[in-house]
């Protein structure tokens, strides 16, 4: 987490954080590993709007996680709860 924080700063909009398992993480596991970062990105001043947790891009078993933190407006949280139907992720259908 320390080095994506460094690369820029997350503290003046909030952000949608996407933590994918890389296919051999058990769900369970990443949303232990959720709210560690969670905690972490609270205690530097981050606002996270939404989170998306799960495997949504993966290698054949392989183990851990990979975080993206995208800053997110209200034009694009608007875009962000639009329904969505695609092979690899569906919501509010």
């Not at 909030?14 to 051999?24: D, E, F, H, Q």
Request: with cysteine.
């Amino acid at each position: 987490v320390e080095p994506i924080l460094a690369d820029r700063d997350f503290t003046t909009t909030p952000v949608i954080a996407m933590l994918n398992g890389m296919g051999g993480t058990p769900l369970i596991e990443q949303y232990l590993v959720w709210g560690e970062i969670a905690k972490i990105l609270a205690g530097k001043g981050v606002k996270v709007a939404r989170t998306l947790v799960g495997n949504h891009i993966t290698s054949l078993e392989m183990a851990g996680c990979s975080l993206t933190l995208l800053s997110a407006d209200d034009d694009l949280l608007t875009l962000w709860d639009a329904p969505v139907e695609t092979p690899g992720l569906r919501w509010g259908c």
